[in-house]
């Protein structure tokens, strides 16, 4: 267990450090989006750049790749997209300077990953025979994946912003769920194409 823990975290570092410290901006002129909790994205849908949370607008910073087995047979991978808000990166950056986003960095992927092996050990990822296809099934188990995961972020995230005063969210992205059921390849590294 050890070890696959150990390759989870690796590959999340990986991914972390070859993502961009740029800022996604929204480009588009609107209201921002609900909460990604309220509702599953279609396939191939793009998430929405802002949310808002506790009356504030929060816009997508990254997107973190994320994976774990429940079992030698069960497990999950998919994205995560963290919010911030614009205006607590600024101040920060001010007071602070921007190299302390590299430790948030860290703390936001130590949590994040313990919260998706609980948020995954929580959902029943057994076949459900009641399903009438495998949309249906994968569905279910995103939108499971998702209220757990949500569940358990919370006071992951409430912890982080009084530490840090940067208010942020995190948020599974239902359509990048790949779902394992008859041997967990969640932690397996897949070779980059060039």
Request: aromatic fraction near 8%; charged fraction near 25%.
């Amino acid at each position: 267990m050890k070890t696959s823990i150990t390759i989870l975290a690796s590959i999340i570092a990986i991914t972390l450090t070859a993502c961009s410290t740029q800022e996604v901006r929204q480009t588009a002129k609107g209201s921002p989006a609900a909460p990604p909790d309220q509702s599953l994205y279609q396939a191939g849908a793009n998430p929405p750049l802002t949310i808002i949370k506790d009356h504030k607008t929060l816009n997508l910073v990254r997107v973190m790749d994320g994976a774990a087995c429940k079992n030698d047979f069960q497990g999950a991978k998919g994205e995560f997209l963290i919010y911030a808000d614009p205006s607590d990166i600024e101040r920060i950056k001010r007071e602070k300077g921007p190299k302390v986003f590299s430790d948030f960095e860290r703390k936001i992927q130590a949590f994040s990953t313990e919260v998706l092996q609980h948020a995954i050990n929580a959902t029943n990822l057994a076949e459900d025979p009641f399903s009438l296809g495998e949309d249906q099934a994968q569905e279910k188990l995103a939108k499971q994946l998702t209220s757990n995961f949500r569940s358990a972020v919370a006071g992951a995230v409430t912890t982080f912003g009084k530490e840090t005063t940067l208010t942020i969210d995190i948020a599974p992205y239902p359509p990048s769920f790949v779902f394992y059921q008859k041997g967990c390849e969640a932690t397996r590294v897949e070779p980059e194409s060039t």
